[in-house]
């Protein structure tokens, strides 16, 4: 594999996390029930779509660890598992 | 009577033990810096947690947010809740992990030190603890504010505020002095859990109290319809936008906050962490400020300067209950507090004393050139030079240094606490926005090799000097374009100054851009 086309595809993951991040943050107001009432449960519904979002915000974070950690942040790296294992290895 | 000796006896055994934890870890904390202000770099995922988690319970979550959805609505959890759940995870990421990886390969104890061996430069250095600890004294206030309120609200006034602003003011010191941040995160861990389930608790029996949660909401929508539909009132887009904006990047440059992203022991830790956060947040928001909107619709009474937490409880639940959360309360502002002050001693130590008198190392002769401007620079460094050969010595003295730095800091924050004006959430919010101004162009010089000296002076410099101005002086506004915060103003002016600066200056010798080029196989 040549570097172009690897350094290509990790801009386009870094860009894909970016804006998973960004959506994450932006989508945990409900903009969609601005002004709504509504209640369900015995909390208003525009708290029940807060406190989804933050779990499935969570899921997010917990994929991101997963398959997209140090993208962006690491320079002079392959990101992957093979450091990842190391760690675990001697951790805890 | 007796019931007010019960509950300050509550209060009062509830300290000793946190003391006696921080004993404990005294005995295991080696003399060097490196143990006394990050515990050698060792804490795993709970302890991590949990202590950034009790430094982020303060008087201002706990007192002051419920207050607020008390006055004004619930959606305050919505702006908690972006800002710690997700805008502070991803910066968490962004900046926690690139700051510990760099960390890890220099062993930086300080963000001053970091910046300052970057950019080859002093001031830089000086100038960022300068900032921090600058806005670290509201916050710290605040904590000594919401002791000194916790216990007028809970002897109904019998113990003047003082007392309980005191009272915590003479613990932190003591506890700070002693323990370092080993102890300090050991107690956060057990306040944070202790916290966590206290909130609960008091969720549960309020509304086994009143009916459940559908009857409490039901009040409310009776008495409060305004504060069930979303928005409205405070609570305008731009203003829940930027207040969590605002928040969550000021919380980054919180000396005890940035320092704990020096302090996980593995790559492993800060994952787990970060994963942990959004679930956390939901779980304590959720409920404590959920009691505060709650109290609205139930006709709790707050009397003035009080706090609605223990107004609820003393009405709903029993007295020995009530003095147990405010303990935890306590115990909590006091974990903040001492977090911050170790973390503010360690600024004053090694950004702001240490480089003076490590100028006695120097030789102040520059180029022998006559010109008026070496003339100047050159009797400066000497006079410089000269402070620093005074004050020369060795390291017992730093240590003096930091503990007279603590006393000192702690006790005009105290004085302070017993005159300052503003809620615990317009003191809180101002200190973060102060914070906030500091992280863009921290995060540009981290990822941006051609950020250059001169640059990062005009973004520290120049959006501190725009916020310091919205914040003192009446004629320069607080809200901008239908209200955008002066804090989110001043955030976008540095970055506008960090970036445009860097690009008209060239580096100056001594900057090292390569100081930031880590990989991860040099973090572990």
């Given at each position: ?5 690897a ?5 386009l993951?870094r860009?894909?996390?970016?804006v ?9 107001i ?20 807060h ?14 660890t ?9 320079s ?6 093979t ?6 290895a001697?951790?805890? | 009577m007796t ?6 006896g509550i ?36 302890v ?13 979550t ?22 710690d ?6 910066l968490?990421?962004?900046l926690?992990?690139k ?13 001053g030190?970091?910046?300052g ?12 603890a300068?900032i921090s ?8 206030m605040?904590q000594?504010?919401?002791?000194g309120?916790?216990?007028?609200g809970?002897?109904d ?8 602003a ?9 506890y ?8 300090v995160?050991?107690t956060?861990t ?7 389930g206290l909130?609960?608790a ?9 009916g ?18 979303l928005?409205?009132g405070?609570?305008?887009?731009e ?6 904006i605002?928040?969550?990047?000021g919380?980054?440059?919180?000396p005890?906050i ?8 593995s790559e492993?830790v ?7 956060w ?10 404590a ?18 706090n609605?937490?223990p ?29 911050m002050l170790?973390?503010?001693a ?13 100028l006695?190392?120097e030789d102040p ?6 010109s008026?401007?070496?003339r ?7 006079a410089?030079?000269?402070l ?7 390291r ?17 924050s105290f ?13 809180g919010?101002t200190?973060?926005g ?12 981290l990822?941006w090799?051609r950020?250059?000296r ?5 973004g ?6 725009f916020?310091l ?6 004629m ?14 001043g ?12 690009l008209a ?10 100081v ?9």
């Open positions: 594999m040549t570097a172009r086309p350094g290509t595809r990790r801009r993951e860009a894909g996390w970016a998973g991040a960004f959506v994450l943050a932006a989508g945990s409900p903009w969609s029930l601005w002004r709504d009432s509504t209640v369900a449960a015995g909390l208003p519904l525009w708290l029940w779509w406190i989804g979002w933050l779990c499935l915000a969570s899921l997010g974070l917990l994929a991101f997963r398959y997209g950690w140090g993208i962006g942040v690491e002079g790296a392959m990101v992957g598992a450091t990842d294992d190391a760690a675990e001697t951790d805890d | 019931e007010t000796a019960i509950q300050l209060v009062g055994g509830y300290m000793v033990v946190a003391a006696a934890i921080g004993l404990v870890a005294y005995r295991l904390t080696d003399r060097t810096a490196e143990d006394y202000y990050l515990a050698s770099r060792t804490f795993g995922t709970v991590l947690l949990f202590t950034t988690f009790a430094t982020l319970l303060s008087a201002f706990f007192f002051g947010g419920p207050n607020l959805t008390y006055s004004a609505g619930p959606e305050w959890i919505l702006v908690m809740g972006v800002m759940g997700i805008i502070f995870a991803v968490w990421y962004v926690g992990y700051q510990w990886l760099v960390g890890q390969h220099h062993g930086y104890v300080t963000l030190e970091m910046l061996d970057r950019f080859g430069s002093r001031p830089l250095r000086g100038l960022v300068a600890l600058f806005w670290l004294f509201p916050y710290v605040l000594q504010k919401g002791a309120q916790a216990i007028v809970l002897t006034g019998a113990v003047p505020f003082w007392v309980g005191g009272g915590i003011t003479l613990f932190m010191i003591v700070v002095a002693v323990s370092g941040m080993r102890g995160a050991w956060d057990l306040q944070g859990i202790l916290m966590l909130i609960w008091a969720v549960a029996w309020i509304l086994s109290a009143v459940g949660p559908t009857a409490a909401t039901a009040r409310l929508a009776e008495t409060n319809p305004e504060f069930l539909a928005g409205g405070l609570y305008t887009h203003y829940v936008i930027s207040t969590a605002s928040i969550a990047f919380v980054t440059m919180f005890q940035n320092q704990r992203f020096f302090v996980a022991s492993k800060l994952k787990r962490t970060l994963a942990l959004p679930v956390l947040v939901v779980l304590l928001f959720v409920p400020f959920m009691l505060g909107a709650w109290a609205a619709g139930l006709g709790v009474t707050v009397p003035e300067n009080g609605v937490v107004a609820i409880l003393n009405e709903y639940t029993a007295g020995w209950f009530t003095a147990v959360v405010v303990a935890g309360a306590m115990a909590a502002m006091m974990s903040s507090s001492d977090s170790l973390s503010g360690s600024y004053l130590t090694r950004d702001l004393y240490r480089p003076v008198t490590d006695a190392e002769s520059l180029p022998d050139r006559a008026l401007a070496n100047i620079r050159r009797s400066a460094l000497a410089a030079v000269s620093g050969r005074l004050l020369r010595s060795d017992d003295r730093e240590t003096l240094l930091a503990r007279a730095g603590v006393v000192v800091f702690a006790t005009l004085v302070a606490s017993l005159y300052a004006p503003g809620t615990l959430v317009e003191i919010d200190a973060f102060g914070f906030a101004q500091l992280t863009l162009p921290v995060l540009v010089a990822y090799a950020t250059t001169w640059g990062m002076y005009a520290v410099g120049g959006a501190q000097l916020y101005a919205s914040v003192f002086l009446p320069v506004p607080g809200s901008y374009l239908g209200g955008w915060s002066a804090s989110v103003v955030m976008a002016l540095g970055l506008v100054l960090t970036v445009g600066v860097s200056t060239d580096a100056a010798p001594g900057e090292d851009a390569t930031y080029t880590v990989s991860a196989v040099d973090g572990d």
